[in-house]
């Protein structure tokens, strides 16, 4: 007997189906929770890393944009400035603006001093004073000469480097012994761009308006969440690495031979470094060249592989030939990063400037420099 199924069990089924399928309102309301659920999740993450990973500032800004200075810092002023990967900094600036541990007057009798000139990396920023490569370079070779040393430092946080050569007159007017040009990749990637004084018309014109994707991606930029989570992948080269080379024009320096704009931004260094030579030469003051690498290039420096087409090197190799072409000692500090395991953790990851580890590589290298031959009045102190 063939077995046969009742009319009623296919009704049944059907009516199973259709009590399963959604109802309309749910094709809504479901996406709807996912995303609450995800912006819930979000918000709760940005609470948290804002508690813990905070970040602000105390104290009037001492940093002023400037129509003919590019940016000047305010004499006598104090800030006090945390970000989320950095404890509460103090930023003193004495009367002539300098952020240096002593003033600015005349040099007083036995005193050595080195004019230390570059933008955010000379200027010590995203450290206490006192553990700046600048600082601890003075500790160094005071006691090396036995008598006071002292290392003026005319950084200035966001100064176009081209303005660099506003800082002669100033670092001149302090008789120093011996000075230092320092200089790093985000210098040179800016180093041709129009500023106020060069575009003035450029700077007044309107902004242009943004969308709401441009409004999204402005308040990401800005989320500590966020901040937070590059932080931890950053501290990762197989992740900080590939992500950093596929900036292209901003990672061309680490690409030979240089592309075109790299040449024209290091043709415009060149013209910068041989005015600078030129003016210390004419008082008898010797100068230093010191490039300070990128932290994705100071990671390169000590890979046991490279990726195709990558040579960390490059650049520091344009920089030396341009310090022997204008008689600027060079100061090989990428030789003394290559010794570490990891150069990388000499800088903070998402901040970019150095911790007090690198900090303190860069003065050794900057000492060595000084009394091996990059300032008469230094050198007898290389030997103490």
Not at 200 to 206: G, T, W
Not at 270 to 284: M, N, S
Not at 340 to 364: E, F, I, K
Request: a neutral charge; glycine letters at 6%.
């Amino acid at each position: 007997m063939k077995n046969t199924v009742p009319l009623t069990s296919f009704r049944e089924t059907d009516d199973v189906a259709v009590s399963r399928r959604l109802p309309r309102r749910d094709y809504v309301l479901l996406p709807l929770i996912v995303v609450a659920t995800v912006i819930c999740l979000f918000v709760a993450a940005e609470c948290v890393t804002r508690a813990i990973w905070s970040a602000g500032t105390r104290g009037g800004e001492c940093h002023v944009a400037d129509a003919a200075e590019g940016m000047r810092n305010v004499p006598n002023c104090t800030m006090t400035v945390k970000t989320p990967e950095t404890p509460w900094i103090a930023y003193h600036y004495n009367a002539c603006g300098f952020r240096s541990t002593e003033g600015c007057g005349p040099k007083p009798a036995g005193t050595r001093r080195v004019a230390l000139l570059g933008t955010s990396f000379a200027e010590g920023t995203s450290l206490p004073y006192d553990q700046s490569f600048a600082a601890l370079a003075e500790q160094d070779l005071s006691r090396m000469c036995g008598a006071p040393v002292e290392v003026q430092n005319l950084g200035v946080y966001e100064l176009p480097f081209r303005k660099v050569l506003n800082r002669i007159g100033p670092a001149l007017a302090l008789q120093p012994d011996a000075a230092v040009l320092t200089v790093a990749p985000f210098d040179l990637e800016k180093i041709n761009l129009p500023d106020v004084a060069d575009a003035p018309a450029a700077a007044a014109a309107p902004e242009p308006r943004s969308d709401l994707m441009a409004r999204a991606k402005g308040w990401l930029s800005g989320s500590r969440a966020i901040a937070v989570a590059q932080h931890y992948m950053f501290e990762n080269p197989d992740i900080q690495v590939p992500m950093y080379l596929k900036y292209g024009d901003k990672a061309d320096f680490l690409r030979p031979p240089f592309s075109t704009a790299w040449r024209e931004r290091l043709e415009t260094f060149d013209k910068v470094a041989a005015t600078v030579a030129d003016r210390f030469r004419a008082t008898g003051v010797p100068v230093a060249l010191m490039l300070i690498p990128q932290r994705t290039q100071a990671g390169l420096l000590a890979a046991k592989s490279l990726p195709s087409g990558i040579d960390p090197w490059a650049l520091d190799r344009a920089m030396a030939e341009i310090a022997a072409k204008h008689g600027m000692r060079y100061i090989d500090l990428a030789s003394s990063l290559k010794q570490s395991a990891n150069p990388a953790d000499y800088y903070y990851p998402v901040d970019n400037h150095l911790n007090a580890a690198g900090a303190r590589v860069v003065a050794q290298s900057m000492v060595t420099a000084l009394t091996a031959g990059g300032s008469p009045a230094l050198s007898a102190c290389g030997s103490h």
